[in-house]
Every structure is written in structure tokens, then in C-alpha cells.
């Protein structure tokens, strides 16, 4: 059974940014699909970040030149630098991963404030 507990969310003025951590309570190594999705008030839930199957980074094109996702697998943790926030961010962030079947984290509030 493998936990995904985030942390770093907060908030922010636009403009500022924040980094969200991912700690994968087994391990990542190896593993499959895993990233950041968010959902707004009154959205659904999107995709930012990720890394695919393969190893290649997807950004939203919404966050793209502003978000960078990365990973530590010596530490088991994903993350999301994120900078240049604007008051759309706003929202819980999620991470996931993809190792034997499909992990969730429980969320972390993202609020930018204008």
C-alpha cells in the first residue's frame, strides 16, 4: 500500500509562488505515471503536471512556462515549483501516482489572492 501525503499549499499574492511536495510513503522508483491535477470551486478536475509512462513532463498549457514539476527518487517525493501565480491557481492540488494501480493524495489548498 503505498500514501501520498502533500504539503506546501497556502496562500499567496499573485505573482508569488509556492512548491508543493509529494512524499510517497513507498517507493516511486521505477513507478509509473505521476503528477499534479487541481480543481477549482465549481470545476472539474484537471490536469497541471506530469510525468507520463515514458518519462516525458505535460504541462497544462495554462501553467506551462510558470510550473516546473520534478521528482526525488532518492527521497520518494514529487513536486511542483510554482511561480508567477495568478488568482486562477487557486485550488486544491492533488498528487498521483501510478505504481501497480492508481494513488491519490488528499489535497492541498492553493489560494492567490489579486
Known amino acids: 500500500q503505498v500514501q501520498l501525503v502533500e504539503s506546501g499549499g497556502g496562500l499567496v499574492q499573485a505573482g508569488g509562488s509556492l512548491r508543493l511536495s509529494c512524499a510517497a510513503s513507498?517507493?516511486?522508483?521505477?513507478?509509473?505515471?505521476m503528477g499534479w491535477y487541481r480543481q477549482a470551486p465549481g470545476k472539474q478536475r484537471e490536469l497541471a503536471a506530469a510525468f507520463t509512462s515514458g518519462g516525458q513532463i505535460v504541462y497544462a498549457d495554462s501553467v506551462k512556462g510558470r510550473f516546473t514539476i520534478s521528482r526525488d527518487n532518492a527521497n520518494n517525493t514529487l513536486y511542483l515549483q510554482m511561480s508567477s501565480l495568478k488568482p486562477e491557481d487557486t485550488a486544491v492540488y492533488y498528487c498521483?501516482?501510478?505504481?501497480?494501480?492508481?494513488?491519490w493524495g488528499q489535497g492541498t489548498q492553493v489560494t492567490v489572492s489579486s
Open positions: 513507498g517507493s516511486i522508483l521505477g513507478g509509473g505515471p
Open positions: 498521483y501516482a501510478v505504481i501497480i494501480k492508481l494513488y
